[in-house]
């Protein structure tokens, strides 16, 4: 099994599960979600994952103790 070192929020995999869950207690909940509804979640979802990275990474280079030349 090869090793990653990408943190486990990131893998596909991982954050579908976290829909495939939310999904049906969203419904339990009293929160009615059809498929689009369920489509438009995941992708909310996933640019705010994409988001969450790019500042991340403006901050890590903002606070970087090395200049890029």
Known sequence: ?????????RWRTVRGA?????????NVAGFGMT???EVA???????FVTAC?????IIGRIRAAHRLR
């Open 53 to 57: 990275g790019g500042l991340i990474a």
């Open 18 to 26: 976290l829909i495939a869950v939310a999904t049906p207690l969203a």
């Open 1 to 9: 099994m090869k090793e990653t070192s990408k943190p486990g929020y």
């Open 35 to 37: 498929a689009v509804d």
């Open 41 to 47: 979640f995941a992708d909310a979802v996933t640019a």
